[in-house]
């Protein structure tokens, strides 16, 4: 694998996944559908990595063995709410998203960055961390990057897992605009990375203000 490079392939039943390990491996994620998804397991691993290479394709060489398979469900969960009292959910306790581009991964750690941007602004007067206050202004402040994201994974998996004819023609042509013409891609890696929100100071690299 190339050092840090991830890849990310759309197909009908959903995104393939390739994460860089070390030892030249890769950490797969296939989604499927239920049917496809225990055929999959019931496949032997020759079998299986001639599925995975016709499907991916040669970019990366070819794959030569397989681990240890699993599967698990996958639903859109987001919580009532993100504060109560005085406990605070955040990542994957707050919402569970489509396992698309690191979405859930980013969106936990811009969770973290606010909430750590408000405590320790809250520790720079002395105040009480866990004040009704300020919790309820870290709960503010998450709710547009939410909707956002869970809008944006929800329907990126639906268009590209859409099965009508005429769809493939235009998922094709969106897909080689953005990788043609760089303000295009420059925008969806910064709708993708959350950057088109207003960022807490860890987010944008800075020391946090105590």
Request: proline letters at 4%; aromatic letters at 8%.
């Amino acid at each position: 694998p190339v050092t840090g490079v991830a890849y990310e392939r759309f197909t009908r039943s959903g995104p393939l996944a390739l994460l860089p390990m070390t030892q030249e491996r890769y950490s797969l994620v296939w989604t499927h559908k239920t049917p496809e998804a225990a055929a999959s397991l019931a496949l032997t691993d020759s079998e299986f990595l001639q599925k995975l290479q016709q499907v991916f394709g040669y970019r990366q060489g070819r794959f030569i063995k397989v681990g240890k398979r699993s599967s698990y469900p996958l639903s859109l969960v987001k919580s009532v709410a993100e504060v109560q009292g005085r406990a605070v959910l955040m990542g994957n306790a707050s919402h569970t998203l489509h396992p698309v581009a690191g979405q859930g991964l980013n969106l936990a750690l811009r969770d973290l960055a606010t909430l750590s941007d408000l405590l320790a602004r809250q520790a720079s007067i002395q105040g009480d961390c866990g004040a009704v206050e300020l919790l309820a202004a870290y709960q503010a402040a998450r709710q547009a990057d939410y909707a956002r994201v869970i809008t944006y994974t929800d329907s990126l998996v639906k268009f590209f897992s859409a099965d009508f004819p005429a769809l493939g023609m235009v998922r094709a042509g969106g897909l080689l605009a953005v990788d043609r013409i760089a303000p295009l891609r420059k925008l969806l890696t910064q709708q993708s990375m959350g950057l088109r929100l207003r960022q807490p100071r860890l987010a944008r690299g800075l020391a946090l203000k105590v």
